[in-house]
């Protein structure tokens, strides 16, 4: 039977590697709802190639666009525009699996939708559990369906558990490490970053990614981030949980037990691996990966991070220490202060300040339902942007 699978973001890097793995299995995958912010021309191109029974396009002011362009392209298919219908998407009938791929908080709304519908939750969106771990697992445990982390590192470490996301202490789990390949920026002091500009932050050295994520590798906030996605997809208490920079990106992450085994997942740095993996679960396809030649590649180091220059990681681990919804003001703190540093408008190294500046402002509270947790992330956007606002005059 051939599943079908909606891609939220699928103009992203995430959502081309995801319907280029697709795309290889007609027999198996169908991409039957595809979903998009603003960028009309290039869903409607996907439509041509995929042909699917629903287009989305998140920004509604785009919908009459969309519509026209489809109907030039000859392409039949429904249409919604606006974030209501990405939700609906993310839930309907059209799908089975959820491929969460939209980029910052603005995938939490039809994360929770897919889980709590029971669906196949393939997740890429971290910032959504980041922001709504507590959420995100009630609306799991009420769907019933299964999440397969995508995220490489989440991945590499579901692929090292016996059994998916088992109880790690039944399991004799000792600690998750997850593998950071240091960013553009490895071995720079705080002196070398002063005049980053948001292309050097954003030239990854193994990943080819979005401008969002590939400037919190710089900054060592993915990581950061990847540390609170850990504890919520595996239970781990942060004391459980470390970082090893490891620069060749072929060691996706760890997992080491009480008898000392480590067991790693290794692989070229393509994403393609991780949605293949999810994709087919529990069985194994063709992901179009080059296959990992060992006696060719650079031999493996590893070292610790350096959270003195990279002090987002370390705030990260605080925030996860706080409970509460502290990792939700860190996250939307930092999708501001990212926002304006693509856009020119702050310093690389303030990142890590506005994020620590709005965290002691906004002090945690408990996360109660989605309705409070929005309204506290909007609480600390605004924080980020009086922060921002003083830096620059
Ligand atoms: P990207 O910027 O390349 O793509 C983002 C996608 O989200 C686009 O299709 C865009 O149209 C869509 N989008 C943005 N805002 C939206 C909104 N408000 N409503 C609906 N759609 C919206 O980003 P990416 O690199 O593909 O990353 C996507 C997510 O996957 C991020 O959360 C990122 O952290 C995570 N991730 C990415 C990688 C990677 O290799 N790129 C690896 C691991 C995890
Ligand atoms: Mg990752």
Not at 154 to 159: G, K, L, S
Not at 262 to 286: F, K, S
């Amino acid at each position: 039977m051939v599943t079908n699978v909606a891609v939220l973001g699928a103009t992203g890097s995430i959502g081309t590697s995801t319907l280029d793995v697709i795309a290889r299995h007609p027999e198996r995958f169908r991409a039957s709802v595809l979903v998009a912010h603003r960028s009309v021309e290039a869903l409607v191109a996907l439509c041509q190639r995929f042909r699917p029974d629903l287009a989305v396009i998140a920004d509604p002011a785009m919908e009459g666009e969309l519509v026209r362009r489809l109907k030039a392209a000859d392409v039949r298919c429904d249409v919604g525009a606006g974030p209501d219908a990405v939700v609906a998407a993310a839930s309907g009938s059209l799908c089975d699996t959820v491929v969460a791929a939209i980029v910052g908080a603005a995938g939490l709304e039809s994360t929770l939708a897919a889980a709590r519908a029971g669906k196949r939750l393939l997740l890429a969106n971290k910032e959504s559990i980041v922001m709504g771990g507590a959420l995100l697992l009630d609306a799991l445990r009420e769907g019933g369906g299964d999440l397969i982390p995508v995220d490489s590192e989440h991945n590499a470490i579901f692929q090292c558990l016996p059994g998916g996301r088992p109880d790690l202490r039944a399991s004799g789990v000792r600690r998750l490490i997850l593998t950071a390949s240091g960013g553009p920026f490895r071995g720079r002091t705080r002196a070398d970053l002063g005049s980053i500009t948001p292309d050097q932050a954003c030239a990854h050295p193994n990943w080819s990614m979005g401008r969002k994520i590939s400037v919190d590798s710089a900054t060592l906030m993915n990581k950061g981030l990847e540390v609170i996605e850990a504890h919520y997809l595996f239970g781990a208490p942060a004391d459980a949980i470390d970082v090893v920079v490891h620069p060749q990106s072929l060691v996706h992450s760890m997992v080491e037990y009480q008898d000392g085994s480590v067991l790693a997942q290794l692989g070229n740095p393509d994403m393609r691996t991780a949605i293949a993996h999810a994709l087919a679960w529990p069985e194994r396809i063709e992901a179009g990966v080059a296959p990992l030649d060992l006696t060719r590649t650079p031999s493996l180091a590893f070292e610790p991070a350096d959270t003195d220059t990279f002090r987002c990681l370390a705030l990260a681990f605080q925030a996860l220490r706080a409970g509460g919804d502290a990792t939700a003001i860190l996250n939307a703190a930092n999708e501001v202060a990212v926002d304006a540093f693509l856009a020119g408008a702050l310093p690389f190294l303030a990142i890590a300040e506005v994020v620590e500046h709005v965290l002691t402002e906004l002090p945690p509270e408990a996360v109660v339902d989605v309705r409070t947790l929005v309204a506290r992330d909007e609480a600390a956007r605004q924080a980020a942007r009086k922060v921002l606002a003083r830096a620059c005059c």
